[in-house]
């Protein structure tokens, strides 16, 4: 069975068994966490999209934060002294998706 999720504001199309990183969510290693915004699910050629879905996500947190790659934004002005250097790294949490009920 495959199923297109959203999770915070992303689509994520997943089957059982997946593992995925998805923007942080609260919780611990080991948690159990639902998502009920199902947009589509395929059951072996059965297809069924938008309110007729009544599908849940189930998946187990198995890392709890995980950082993301450096993203740099340097700003500056050619002849005027003006540099200015700003970096964040993204927080994700790693799930593994066990059933799509």
């Known amino acids: 069975m495959l199923a297109v999720v959203k ?4 689509q994520f199309k997943v089957k059982a068994g997946d593992s995925l990183y998805i923007p942080h969510i609260e919780g611990k290693r080991g948690d159990k966490v639902e998502f009920s ?3 589509m699910t395929d059951n072996e050629g059965t297809v069924a999209i938008g309110t007729d879905v009544n599908a849940i996500v189930k998946a187990e947190i198995v890392l709890d934060l995980v950082q993301g790659d450096k ?13 200015k250097k700003h970096g ?11 059933e799509i009920a």
């Not at 999770?7 to 992303?10: D, K, P, R, Y």
């Not at 993203?71 to 540099?83: D, L």
Request: no cysteine; charged share 30%.
């Open 7 to 10: 999770i915070a504001g992303q």
């Open 37 to 39: 915004e199902v947009l």
């Open 71 to 83: 993203v740099i934004a340097f700003k500056m002005k050619r002849r005027k002294g003006f540099r």
């Open 88 to 98: 964040h790294r993204t927080h994700y949490t790693k799930i593994q998706v066990t």
